[in-house]
């Protein structure tokens, strides 16, 4: 196996594994900034990836013929987030959801500290693999929900996730706590795939 940064790969001499239908990933990006090396500055808290080593993960082993991913993006990182769409075997569509932060008590607009301007809003970018199925026509662009601790996503994101191509074969992609239907992944759960 080949571990980068606690995560473990191996998919050798394991025969057929399981596909998932939709991935969810929100990679721990690597910012080359003070700003993203310092915890007191908003930079990270666990242990970052490079963008080679989140483009090298074999994430199209995983996918199923037709698949949709969700993958979060910051500002800074856009153009990076597309580069990993297409290293995992997916072309890119269009945004998924636009999370407007809002504070953690729900009051007003959060304002965060930002990179050239106080940031706020993060997307999911959305690739596909085939041809997924959207179910329903009602799912909302715009998602505003209160900041929780650094980095964490809404869990209602999910939830729009699954109203938005149902019930299937699911999987997210370093998770930091396991949810009900979902397989997870990552160096913050007992996971339930080896990458």
């Known amino acids: 196996p080949r571990t980068i940064h606690g995560f473990s790969y191996d998919y050798g001499g394991r025969g057929m594994m399981k596909k998932y239908q ?3 990933a929100d990679p721990p990006w690597l910012y ?10 908003g930079g990270f808290r666990y242990p970052p990836m490079s963008d080679s080593e989140i483009c090298a993960l074999p994430i199209a082993d995983i996918a199923d013929k037709d698949c949709a991913l969700a993958l979060w993006a910051t ?9 990993v769409i297409d290293a995992w075997g997916f072309k890119y569509i269009t945004c998924l ?11 007003g607009i959060y304002s965060g500290l930002g990179h050239w301007v106080n940031g706020n809003a993060e997307l999911v970018l959305f690739g596909k ?5 959207r179910l329903v026509k009602n799912v ?24 938005l191509f149902g019930d299937i074969p699911r999987i997210e992609l370093f998770a930091r706590q396991k949810t009900e239907g979902w397989d997870v992944w990552g160096n913050e759960v007992e996971s339930d795939v080896e990458v």
Request: a positive charge; proline letters at 11%.
């Open 32 to 41: 080359n900034d003070r700003k993203g090396c310092d915890p007191k500055m």
């Open 75 to 83: 500002m800074p990182k856009l153009v990076e987030a597309l580069r």
């Open 97 to 107: 959801f636009d999370w407007v932060k809002l504070n953690p008590s729900g009051n």
């Open 129 to 133: 693999k085939g041809h997924p199925k």
């Open 22 to 24: 939709i991935i969810y």
């Open 140 to 163: 909302k662009q715009i998602q505003m929900w209160p900041r929780g601790r650094h980095s964490a996503k809404p869990p209602q994101i999910r939830n729009e996730i699954v109203r």
